[in-house]
Every structure is written in structure tokens, then in C-alpha cells.
């Protein structure tokens, strides 16, 4: 079907139910980032493959609303459908819970799937439909109307990620759990983030592409532990290593009728901003009012890795290390031979190197293989139809990364492929001093990423020049790529940076029309010395491939900086020497040690 | 009577009346930060003479809950009264409001007067104390009852602020204030910040200390203005002046009485954070559910200064810098001829010059004169009894400034004595590489002071320093010294420095028992260019005094730092030129021009 037959479709139904509009928010029943195709429903519905916007259908309109990463894509894509686009962060653009409230009529009707549509949102909502009295109704896979081959629920098998690569056991974990509840007077917790039950149990799969966590609810109480999933993922070893822990297996979709029978003489502790709508439902009609809405525990101590991960984190950036100095050194020599290469080859070659590495399980994301004007676009994602040939000249940007068993990884670099205009050395060599800065900082506890955001800016703001993405995001260990709580950006986000987290430090430059540039490392907070002055933490980065220093412009350079260059190339290189061979070490030589600024101090 | 005494009292009190608890938090019915001696209930009932502080007694409990500012002060002061000093900020410390909660029985009752205490401080209070059925009940200047020479309300004369120093008309003010009324929905708005009436009607007055605000309520309709105020400090021609623009006197004490009347055909907009709860009261009793609580539209108007404003301040800076170029040549050459000076001679001499000059009004504030390891106290305040003589050696700081016709001033200096220690030049120049950062800082609108404040810190976070008070804040046009919205600080306040706004940079550091720095600049900040990045601001320095460059380790330096220190002064020296003597020119010209890092290129 096409998107014209789809929204025709939607109409239709619209009208036999006596909605006045369909919210279509294209998430899953977790609040996941990327999606299995069942839930990919935004996509079938609209055509539109962003991974962020909703599609609004009333009986005149229908309208897709994303933000500016999309706004090309989305205009290309969009053609033809009859859906207009509304541009999110445009001064006259109004979000589409405030466009309902404005456009529909008093006592309209708003149907959403409540599976797909956290608590949060739903609320927001009724707050503003209130004034006209305009009413949510949440209707489950309503699609499925429509949607004749919807995909069923994937069934790859789920595994047990050992405590050796976790560092944690997960009764160690449950323990720590059933404190937390107890600690706000509740009696169970209902967890719905994957990525947060994959840590806590140390369970692992390969449902969704990017991220290995296993499509599941879990239900904990003080003595009990229900995990609600595809039974059949579960091999009996599993089964009863996780039954040896007090944690029982129930069909997935069983869990919509069990809450009636949970235990409710305590209350119960769930996440509103993950939890979707349509759970909450059946909690509020079990627990009334005896429901605590609050950010889940696991949360922040799922982001304060432990020593085994932090460990971890650094194999897994040292086997990326490994295959990116061989990518690179090959890139490098079959442009030199003349080969024709596209940004999708150096994808695949890069992917096929990392396969070769013990451990690896899967791509943390889709890499970004951008070629000259391509990396402008921060989020460009080339197509075997759309896809620049590299050339000797120019910037290319490569945005990867992949889960290993040891730890996750996302690195970007941007290198030269032959000469340079001035203005992109000069951004390649400003978007560095931003990252060096961050990575250099030393702050007291209690700092937020809003604070230190600023650090990675102002090397560009200096000129007044600028990015417009975060600058840094929390990473999962073997579970999202991103992760909260913490954030490295300008929005007022109340979570200090705390010693353990995992952040990226990605400032970038782009372009229009031009190139794109990216340099994006991987720091760890640690704690530092504890003073009168406060208690000071500081970064470790963890990447572990090389910075190209050619482009570089010397003398915008600190002595500092350069000191800081000259450390972490040295580094590079002799952390993955022992796994080179000769000749991939001589070649890493020529791109670290021998481009040293100061060989002689670093020498001595 | 004494503290003990006067605790004694009011305890009688709360048991002929059956409170079980009296708050006395110490602010006036205006929220204002300095007060007449009227409403300086807590220091007289408790001798405490700091500036910040909420005292609670009750049958078996009298506390101070004040922050850490006060605390070798307040634990001097409070010595023999009964009372128990509350740290506040310190880990085991809960809020008064807190420890009430949980220390007062089940249906308590709490007595406030409800003129000094703001709608949101009681509502805080009573959403706490819900859960036990604790009431509040306001009695205003239930004081009187045992302060029985308790001053009147100052009566000295307003005074118009003309057209040619604030800018723009009591008129069009008034009209731009009726247009944001109605935008909320409302037919009026009641004021109770005495320095937003002041700036509204241009008017001032010297009832308090180091604010020229008029006591007084603004209440503003469509169609009509009253002032409630002393009726006898208004002159024929004020009085007639402001009935010209529509805006009718009335007794300051009347209001309480003529809310009834006022038309409640429309909501009426109040700003719950100042305004006292006593009239709050009122007002719903007169205007029920239609009250919209809202930050007040003049707080941010009268933030973003008009042209002639900013001229104001550059010539209030300008006659800054000769008062202190004079101070200076004084100290110094007093010190060399063994002169015996303490800091409050110092201060006494500062205050004698700033007299001399034009259009003097006042302090802006008390100066902070403070000597050796006196300066270590940021809030150092020094007493006849309690107070250093300065000596030829450590470092000397000054924070001071004065109301002018044309504006306000508030700079800090920190200079050199005679030698200093190594620590002390190094943290000298730290310092002042923290306000050279922030004064060069270029940033898109949008940028909020909190992302900011990290620049004035980061030369001391790189060797684990800091300094524990906000970086920087608002100030006022011949109004308060202190000023919101904006603020340079970590707070996560979502204000975003504007066009217009003139905010303090003043980051310090503080080495107790031994020294204290800090170095004050006030910024402006101004639109430079936009571009595909952003709409670019920057900051303009307004102060106009020399920064002492002897003890600088130049080693510290960038090339960028030296640069703004050279034309910051030079452009002191040039600015102060035409109005100083012959030898007071050539005094200066030893401490600008003659100590220049790069003198040729500057001369070229």
C-alpha cells in the first residue's frame, strides 16, 4: 500500500470508531531507539525512514513532525504522500500536542496505540486537550487493521553476557534492585526499558539491529521476579540459570493480563517516561493510586559502569583501534592504486575487518561513511543509489562503532584524502582543540554536562562558528549506544557527570554544500584529588585510534594541545603495536610517532 | 531587650495565641535585599546582623538556618542567645521549612507575618507541611506586640529620575506594561518589587541604604495607576507629574483595604515569588481562581538597558576610574610615607572622593574593604572595633561602588601592597585569566548564563581551585546593585544573557587565613553579526579602572590574554585622561601605559 492508501485507510477507520484524529508516534512498547520492523509503523505508515517524528491524521490533514536533521529527507520522502511536513524548532512551528489543542474541535477524540506511547507523552497531552475537553482513547495495534503482513516479534536467541564481561552478578544486582525499591515505599517495580533489563539480569540477543537487548518486561518484587518475553529465545540452560536467580519466564504478551494479579498491597514503582500508556492503564486499574511515578534506579546505575566494563570498554576500543588502523592503511593505499572506492565500499570493508575481531557481535549504529559535501549533513546516511565516489582530495568522515562482548564502542574521525581547502583545515584543527578541551577538563562533583558542553564550543564560537547536535552522549555497555542519564549539551539537564559514566566528545563543523567534520573520542569520568576546593574528577579518554595531524593549523595550537596530540597518538600507537603486523605497525608509525610536534621531549 | 528575651516573649505569645511555631524570615513586604531599619525584625529579635537568614522558634527550639557566608559570624553573634545556628548546604542540614515538617507535631500551627514572606516561600511551606496537617496562619507585624520603639517607615523626599538618564517616558513604560497585561489575559497587575515600580515611574528616592527605590505598590489597569506609598515625600510637582500620566496616589497602608474594590471583572497578574502573602490573601478574596501568577514582565524590560542607560553606565564607570585612579595614588602614596591606615579609613577615603564627583547619589553598596587574610571572607565587612591596618606587603581588595544619576556601579580590584608570595601571584593571575575568558567570550543568542559561568572558572578547575560564590550578576540602573533575571552562575537558570543586559564578572579565589582575590569587570552584553550559526553576542566591558599588572606570571599568559590586558588598559588610561591633574595622569601612566606586555605594537 501506498502512504495516500494508508492515510485513506487510517480515515476510514477513523470514522467507524468516531476518532477526530490518529497519533502515530512510531515508537515500540519500550521507548526504544531503533526499532524491529513490527514496530516500524511510522515508516510503513508514512514512508518517512527518520528515526524521530509523529504522524497526525485528521479528516482534512495529516502531518509529519520532525526536526531539522530530517527536514531534507523528509521533504523527499513525503512526495506525493499527502502529508505535509511540519519543521520541529522553526519559530513558527508548534509541536503536534499543541497543534491538536489548536486545530481540533471541543470534545474531539484522539486515538493512539497506548503500546506505543509512553505515559509521559500521553499525559502531556491531556494536559493540554484539557481546556476543550478533547479526550485521549488508547486502542493497541489498531494498525493491525490495516497492516495485513505486519512482521511478528523476532526470535533470535537470548545469552547470557558471564559476569566476566558484566563484572557484576545479577543477584548482586536484583539485591541492589529490591533496596531501591524498598527505599520508596514500594513493593515491585515494572521495568520496561530494554536496555535496562538486559543489564540487570545480564541477558543479551539480537532482536534489533544495533542494539542486543532482548524484547521483554520484568516484573521484581521483594521475593519474586517475572520476566515477560519470548519464552522460546530462553534455552534451558539459561532457563534455569535465571530461575536459580528467583527470575521466571512468562509469555510476552501475558503481561497485559497478569498485572491483575500482582500483588497490591504495597504500591508500585514505575517510570512514566518509559513506561507506555497502555500498561499504565492496566497498573492503574490493580494499584489506584498506589503508583509511584519516578525515573527508574537503574537508570543512573546502569551508567556508573563498574571496573570489569570500564575494562572492557578499553579491549573494545583497543580491537577498534586495531581495525581502523587497518581500514584506514587500506583506504589510504587502494585510493593511491586508483581503486574506485564509494562511501558504502568503505562501509562494508570496515565492517568486514571488525567481523574478523573476537567478540564481535554486532554494529552499535549504522556507520556514517561520508565523502566531501556528504558529511555536512551530520546524520547523512549514503544508499547504494545515493553515494559519493571518494577522491583524492577533500575530507571523509567516518562515524562507527560496534558492540563487542567486552564493551560497546562509537568513534568518529574525519581524515584528508589529499590537499585541503584553508577553511577546512582551519575547522579541522578548531573542532580538535574543542575536543581536546573537553578531554582535558577538571571539575568539581556536582558539574552537569550543560556546564562543561560549553568547553568543546568555544574553540569555534571563537569565530563565531558552531554545531548544532549535542556534544556528547552516555554509552551502553554491550546495550544502547545511547545512553542516559547524563548528556553533554546545552539543554538545562540536572545530572552531574559522575565518576564511572561513559561519554562521548564529538564537536563537529559542517559545511553546507562543502564538508563535514567530526572528531569524536570516548571519555570515562574519574575521580581525581578531593581538596578544600571541592572533589575533582576529570576524563580518561578511551579511544584508541589515531588523530591525523596533517590538516592540522600549528599555529592555532597551544602548546598544551599539541602536548595532548603528541600523548594520545603515542599512545595509540604503542597500545596497539603488539597486535600489528610489521607492516600495519610502520604504517600506524608514519601517523603517530612520525608526526610528532615535540619528538624530542615525548623521547626523553 | 536581648535575643533571650525577646524569644522568651514571643514564646508567650505563641502560647496565648496557640502557635506552635513563628517564622520571622527577615525581608521586608518587597522581597527587597537591603531594608529599613523597620523591617529588620530578624536582627533584632535574634542579633544576628547578616543579610540572608530565617530564624524559627518554637516551644523548645529557637534556630538560625543562614548559609555558609555567615557561619563564623552567625556562631559569634548568636553566642549566649539560645539560638542553634542551622548550616545550611552543609550534608546533614535540611531547610527550616524541612525540619519544620518533620519536627512539629500533627496539626500544627506555624505563624508567619504574612507581609514579610512571599506567595511562593508559604506555598513551599504548605505543600510540605500537607501530609501532617500543619497550617499556617499570617499575622502581620505580630512584632509590634513586643518591639515597642520599632522605627516608622522612612520618609525621605522622592525624587523624578528625568527622561534624560533613564531613556524612555514614564508614558510609553506604562504603555508597553498595559500591552503585556493584556497579552496574559488581564485587566491589571499589582507590583510589589520596589525597584520594578522605581524603574516604571522613574522615580527614586533614599529611603534605604545603597537602593534608591521608593517604598511603595504599584497597582496598573487599562485605564488607571495607583501608587500606594508615603504621600508626603511626593512634591507638588512629582504629584503632578504622575497624575500627567495617569497614575493617582494613595497611603502605602491603604491597599490592604482597597484590593476589595479594585474591578474583578478580569484576572489580575501578581508575581508570586515577591509578592508578600498578606496582600495575596487579599487578592484572592477579591479575585478568587482568576489570579495568574507569573514572573513580572518589568523584570526582564527593565533588565535590557536603552541607549541612553548604557551611555549612563559608561559615564558612571568613567567617574569611577577617576575616584579610584585617585584612591589608589593615594594608598600607595600614603602607604610609602608609613601613613597608618586601617580598612575602613581606606574605605572612608574611597567614599570621600566618590562624593566629590557629580551626581553622586550613594554606595551601591557597603565596600568590602578587606586586607590580607581578611579577603579570604568574600562578605567581609570590617568594624571599628574589628578591622586591619594595611601593611606594605600581601595584596589589598577593594569591592565597591556607587549610585550615580547616570547609573550604577560595582567593580572589585585586588592589588599588591608590596611583595607578594608566590601563591598569591599565581592565583592573581589565574583570577584575572577567569574574567579575561568570560569578557572575550562570543556566544549565540540562546546561551544562558549558566553555560557561561564555566569560562571565569576554568583557569582555576585546571589546578583543582575555585571559589564558592556565583560569577556574576544583574545590575540595576540607579536601582538595585543586585538584579535579576540573568545570573552567571552553575545554578540551572533558563535565562538567556540578552542585548542590553549588564552583568557583573567577578570570579575570586579565597585562601583562608592568608589571602583573597577577586577582579570585577561589568560586561554589556551587545549583537554582533549573524550567520548561518547563529545570532552572535558578545560582551563590551564598561569598567573604567586600571588593572594592576605587576603581579602577573606572564609565563601563564597567552598572546590573547596580554592583548586584552594592553588594550583594556590603554583604554582606561586614554578614557581617564582629559580629567585627571598632571601628576594624577602621570601616576596612572606608570600603572597602564608604562607596564604594557607588547608596547610597540600597541602604538602603531
Redesign the interface.
Known sequence: MTPKENINALRQMMQNEGWDAIVISGTDPHSSEYLPLRWQVRQWVSGFTGSAGTVVITADHAGLWTDSRYFIQATAQLEGSGIALHKLGMPDTVDYPEWMAANLAEKATVCVDGLCMPLATVQHMQALFADKGIGVVSRPDFIDAIWSDRPALPGAPAFELGVEYAGRARADKLAWLREAIAAKGCGAILLSSLDEIAWLLNIRSSDIAHTPVVIAYLWVSAERAVLYTTESKFDAALTAALAADGVALAPYGSIVESIAAWPNEAPIYIDGAMLNYALYEKVTERFGAAVVDATSPVKLEKALKNETEIQGFREAYRKDGIVQTRFFRWLEEALAQGERITEIDAANKLISLRKEMDGYLDESFAPISAYGKNAALPHYSATPEQCSVLEPRGLYLLDSGAHYLDGSTDITRTIPLGPLTEDEAFDYTCVLQGMIALSM????R???G??????AR?PL??Y???YGHGTGHGVGHVLCVHEGPQGMR?N?L?QPILPGMVTSCEPGMYC?GLYGIRHENMLLCYE??A????D?LAFMTLTCTYIDTTPLVEELL?EEEKMFIDCFNTSVYETLLPDLTPEEAAWLKTKTIDCLFEPEELEE
Open positions: 577538563a577538571s571539575f568539581p556536582g558539574t552537569r550543560c556546564h562543561l558542553d560549553i568547553l568555544m564560537w571563537k563565531n562558528r558552531n546545552q538545562l540536572d553546507e581525581d584529588e581538596n578544600e576546593y571541592g575533582w597551544t
